[in-house]
């Protein structure tokens, strides 16, 4: 499972959050029933606490006794030597909140909040760490108790009544689409990624052309939310017609993401082109959506501002319209879409209610996104708007994704197409040949029909691969993780076991092994898989503080 923690960090650092304090902070009821206990010098109830919490999984949730909202206690397990506990996630430091108090007596830390039951949160801990290196590896942890991992840094909290996600729930009686893996090959570092083309069901080279989706951050939106899986549900439900898509790799995202008019110029002039002449995707800009979650979503507003007669849609996720240039003003695109002429364009955009914070003390993610909305509807744009109970996460961004393209792609846009600009001629790109990707197929297998079953067809596709498909080491890994991330962790452990047998000298198969062993609840597995990954790489400070957290846990 790949160590996601310099991704992670580009998406939550500096999100501290700005809100009033509440005037007196909720309260834990069983923690109070502890505090009395340990007060009476009870033996062993400290002890009793950590053997409950270990088998029913952390967070702790209580009912608040107010509408809508539950308690959601936060706990770590510290020493007599801790000293500062922080919580990332629902609150995020330096919000007083986010500190773990010590409970009187024990090594207990923990916080108390009263969070919508609607919530969906990721979050993560913060121990006995600086400014300077509270977010490195030994002092930012994932909850060694937690239920639900997200990644090898973050875990899951879901309410009670948190939104369902049907559009990542797979149907058996759904056609697929397929998804094809390509490299540009350039002498431009800028140029040299990777990009995945989704095809819908029953796609053909002739005919009528396509609706195009673009998305930026092609690996995440491939993987992490499976975008493909969407998009054929979306299809066969009739909310969508078929689209194909195009989905960028990055290179380097906080480059090419904060307004780049380089890199916005070589995406429209450059690969949607490309993927036009290659692909049977749509040249009206009214049937192009433009997509991205946080950076992404600022990079496709700015890419649309800049290429109206490409992008017609802007799909934007958490955008990050915080943002400014250095020692500049924030909240630049605001100001870019306030100070022109309205262009013909359209929007769908979402934020998290617990997103308030950026890295801009003079706004928030969330007032960013409120401003620019507010901006573009004063201007006459017709802009689709919704905020979700949850901070920046994967999670949240995942479910909601099919309500923006069903916004975008299901209801024609009553606007004029925008005149396409002469420009210079531009060099060609060298891509190579499409890779069929078997990560949806192996993927679709584990969900419907279990692990077994995705095994066997990996096995099938490997000893007679006539169609060409992607079988290497990060495509099974990829597929194996993916069912970990939709709650299929059982259905990943065949494909990750067979990746440790072909690959068993890289740590990152046995890594992933140990995750989902993990995410089981097997600890022993977990052990042995973890120490294999640590002696194959003993950097992996991660898998090596699970270890050490496992192994003081009683069977």
């Given at each position: 499972?790949?160590?996601?923690?310099?991704?992670?960090?580009?998406?939550?650092?500096?999100?501290?959050?700005?809100?009033?304090?509440?005037?007196?902070?909720?309260?834990?009821?069983?923690?109070s029933a502890l505090e009395k206990k340990l007060a009476a010098h009870e033996a062993g109830a400290e002890d009793a606490l950590w053997r409950q919490l270990a088998a029913e999984g952390t967070p702790i949730v209580e009912d608040a006794h107010e509408p809508g909202h539950f308690l959601v206690t936060f706990v770590w397990r510290g020493t007599a030597a801790t000293h500062r506990v922080q919580l990332t996630g629902p609150v995020d430091p330096p919000q007083p909140e986010s500190d773990l108090a010590r409970v009187p007596g024990s090594n207990i830390f923990a916080t108390t909040l009263s969070l919508p039951d609607t919530g969906r949160f990721t979050y993560f801990f913060i121990v006995d760490g600086d400014d300077a290196t509270k977010l490195q590896p030994g002092h930012a942890h994932h909850d060694p108790l937690s239920r639900h991992p997200f990644d090898t840094l973050q875990s899951i909290l879901e309410l009670p009544r948190a939104p369902k996600q049907p559009s990542i729930v797979a149907h058996s009686d759904v056609p697929t689409g397929t998804l094809?893996?390509?490299?540009?090959?350039?002498?431009?570092?800028?140029?040299?990624?990777?990009?995945?083309?989704?095809?819908?069901?029953?796609?053909?080279?002739?005919?009528?052309?396509?609706?195009?989706?673009?998305?930026?951050?092609?690996?995440?939106?491939?993987?992490?939310?499976?975008?493909?899986l969407i998009l054929d549900e979306l299809?066969?439900?009739?909310?969508?017609?078929?689209?194909?898509?195009?989905?960028?790799?990055?290179?380097?995202?906080?480059?090419?993401?904060?307004?780049?008019?380089?890199?916005?110029?070589?995406?429209?002039?450059?690969?949607?082109?490309?993927?036009?002449?290659?692909?049977?995707?749509?040249?009206?800009p009214r049937r192009t959506v433009i997509s991205g979650i946080s950076l992404g979503g600022l990079a496709s507003a700015h890419a649309a501002f800049r290429h109206p007669e490409v992008f017609g849609n802007v799909l934007s996720q958490s955008g990050s319209f915080w943002w400014g240039p250095e020692n500049q003003e924030p909240e630049q695109t605001a100001r870019d879409f306030a100070q022109a002429a309205r262009l013909p364009l359209r929007f769908w955009m979402e934020v998290g209610s617990f997103e308030i914070g950026g890295p801009r003390a003079e706004t928030?993610?969330?007032?960013?996104?409120?401003?620019?909305?507010?901006?573009?509807?004063a201007r006459g744009y017709d802009v689709s708007y919704q905020e979700f109970?949850?901070?920046?996460t994967y999670v949240c961004w995942r479910g909601t994704l099919a309500d923006g393209l069903a916004a975008l792609f299901g209801t024609?846009?009553?606007?004029?197409?925008?005149?396409?600009?002469?420009?210079?001629?531009?060099?060609?790109?060298?891509?190579?040949?499409?890779?069929?990707?078997?990560?949806?197929?192996?993927?679709?297998?584990?969900?419907?029909?279990?692990?077994?079953?995705?095994?066997?067809?990996?096995?099938?596709?490997?000893?007679?691969?006539?169609?060409?498909?992607?079988?290497?080491?990060?495509?099974?890994?990829?597929?194996?993780?993916?069912?970990?991330?939709?709650?299929?962790?059982q259905d990943a452990l065949g494909l990750l076991h067979w990746n440790t047998e072909r690959f068993p000298k890289s740590a990152n198969t046995w890594d992933s092994l140990a995750w989902a062993y993990y995410q089981i609840g097997d600890r022993l597995a977990a052990i042995a898989n973890f120490k294999e990954d640590v002696r194959l790489d003993p950097k992996n400070a991660v898998a090596a503080e699970l270890l050490t957290v496992l192994s003081r846990q009683r069977p």
């Open positions: 499972m790949r160590t996601s923690l310099p991704f992670i960090l580009t998406l939550v650092v500096g999100y501290g959050l700005c809100y009033a304090q509440r005037p007196e902070r909720p309260h834990s009821p069983r923690l094809w893996r390509h490299t540009i090959r350039a002498a431009t570092p800028q140029q040299q990624r990777q990009l995945f083309v989704y095809t819908p069901p029953g796609y053909s080279e002739k005919g009528p052309v396509y609706p195009l989706l673009v998305a930026f951050d092609g690996e995440t939106a491939t993987g992490v939310i499976p975008t493909w299809i066969a439900a009739k909310r969508i017609p078929p689209v194909v898509a195009l989905f960028i790799g990055n290179v380097d995202r906080m480059h090419d993401l904060a307004p780049n008019p380089a890199f916005a110029d070589f995406v429209a002039l450059d690969l949607v082109p490309w993927m036009r002449a290659h692909y049977r995707a749509t040249s009206d928030t993610q969330l007032a960013g996104n409120r401003h620019l909305r507010d901006v573009l509807r109970a949850g901070n920046h024609p846009p009553k606007l004029p197409a925008s005149r396409s600009p002469r420009v210079a001629a531009r060099p060609p790109l060298d891509i190579a040949s499409a890779v069929r990707s078997s990560l949806p197929v192996l993927v679709r297998t584990g969900l419907l029909s279990g692990g077994d079953a995705a095994l066997a067809e990996a096995k099938r596709l490997f000893a007679n691969n006539a169609d060409s498909y992607a079988l290497d080491e990060d495509e099974i890994n990829g597929a194996g993780c993916m069912l970990m991330t939709v709650d299929h962790p």
